[in-house]
């Protein structure tokens, strides 16, 4: 079974950048027929909170990437104790005494003799004297993880034939000074404790890659399948880091856009699919092929957002929305939602609408005597969708008015506004009363 995971940490609200990782794992494993886990990489416990793990499943929850199982790595410190101490036993993880200044002295003077900057393994040479020596001076080991120096190769389901030479790469470390798992040893634990099969996230990951491969095969395990997809970026090719936080899900979902909006713009950037709205999720699904993302990074333009966001709302049923429109007080019906949803761009516009039609407003009257003929040919009632057009021929006729001269006024009267839905089903959402005094320029 294909099995994937998306490892948000719980130090924040997630955004459009993780959701896009959430969601190819999540369209990749659907159309697999596998399991999503979601797995809160909680190991810094200091910086982790309860709140934003249960803002993380909140946005989930509200975009449909459902999981299957969930995990939390907090509760996992055990088998990442056992893993360290397999490969600490085989020489492959060892301890290192250098201080950060230490270590950036070492890489200023290999790059000014042309080298590059990648660790000595002073270390390995220490004496069991040396080393106590350090300890007794208070200093406290952080351990590294020996790489092979071998030439790593991999097929990447996004990007092709791949290979990463471990001797260009300095030994990483696996475990900080005081004691706290870096996030690499955890996740390759994970990996091989949950089966994941497949490692879906971003090309900024391709080095640690090869890293993780020899991890993976020091632990006596085979590494998963990968697929690093470019980057987002802003509209202009600028890093979204600055503005991410304006874009957390939780901003994008307070300030009115659909889910299936954000869903649909986040699958489709940087693939050879159009980004154009859909209203399923199954559709997703059908259409995912990692064969469409491309390589150039892709750019997320909130404009677009709007824009695929209002397609989203064009189509949706009165069924979709009718709690949304009860809780802005704009439920008036299925006839009204029918006849304001195509000029919406946020469902929150609708309020605006609906107090279009229920008043009071002030009408915006420019020919005080056009709009007193207009409403003596006013029908008594009751309106429907034929009214306007039966109306509005009777004062084309009486009055000689035609096209933008005959509407417009008309529209200014009954709305106040220039443009809007069409008005055959505004008017019949009027009324006759409320018709007959906005043409007489009373606030109604």
Not at 203 to 229: R, S, W, Y
Not at 235 to 258: F, T
Request: glycine share 8%; hydrophobic share 40%; proline share 5%.
């Amino acid at each position: 079974m294909v099995v994937v995971r998306f490892a948000p940490s719980p130090t924040g609200r997630i955004h459009v950048g993780n959701v896009r990782t959430a969601l190819l794992n999540w369209l990749f494993v659907k159309k697999q027929n596998g399991q999503f886990v979601l797995r809160i990489d909680d190991t810094d416990t200091e910086r982790s909170k309860a709140e934003y793990e249960t803002g993380i499943e909140t946005d989930l929850t509200w975009l449909g990437l459902t999981w299957d199982r969930k995990e939390n790595q907090s509760k996992r410190f055990a088998s990442y104790d056992a893993a360290a101490a397999t490969l600490k036993a085989s020489g492959q993880l060892y301890p290192c005494y250098e201080t950060e200044d230490e270590l950036e002295r070492r890489r200023k003077l290999a790059m000014a003799r042309g080298k590059p900057p990648v660790y000595d393994r002073a270390a390995l040479s220490l004496s069991d004297d040396e080393k106590a020596k350090l300890e007794a001076e208070g200093r406290k080991p952080h351990w590294r993880f020996k790489l092979s120096g071998k030439r790593i190769e991999w097929d990447d389901l996004v990007r092709g034939a791949q290979a990463i030479d471990t001797a260009s790469v300095s030994d990483p470390v696996l475990i900080k000074g005081d004691g706290a798992y870096l996030y690499t040893l955890p996740s390759v634990v994970d990996d091989i404790d949950m089966n994941i099969t497949h490692v879906v996230r971003g090309e900024d990951h391709v080095t640690n890659a090869g890293v993780q491969i020899e991890i993976f095969e020091a632990l006596g395990a085979k590494a998963p399948i990968m697929a690093h997809f470019p980057l987002l970026v802003g509209k202009e090719g600028e890093p979204l880091s600055k503005r991410l936080g304006s874009m957390s899900i939780e901003s994008l979902r307070d300030a009115g856009v659909e889910p299936m909006a954000v869903l649909s713009h986040l699958a489709k950037l940087g693939t050879s699919d159009p980004v154009e709205a859909r209203t399923k999720l199954t559709q997703l699904v059908e259409e995912f092929d990692f064969a469409k993302i491309g390589r150039a990074p892709a750019r997320f333009d909130p404009d677009e957002l709007n824009r695929v966001n209002a397609q989203v709302l064009h189509t949706l049923s009165y069924a979709d929305v009718q709690k949304q429109l009860a809780d802005q007080g704009a439920d008036l019906g299925e006839a009204f939602w029918l006849a304001v949803r195509g000029n919406l761009n946020l469902l929150s516009g609708a309020g605006e609408w609906a107090h279009i039609i229920n008043g009071p407003i002030v009408p915006v009257v420019e020919d005080a005597d056009f709009l007193a003929q207009a409403a003596a040919l006013l029908p008594a009632g009751p309106f429907d969708a034929s009214t306007w057009g039966v109306w509005s021929d009777a004062v084309k006729t009486a009055t000689g008015a035609k096209g933008k001269a005959l509407f417009l006024p008309l529209r200014l009267a009954l709305t106040g506004l220039r443009h809007g839905p069409e008005m055959n089903q505004l008017l019949a959402l009027i009324g006759p009363e409320k018709a007959k005094a906005r043409l007489a320029g009373q606030k109604a």
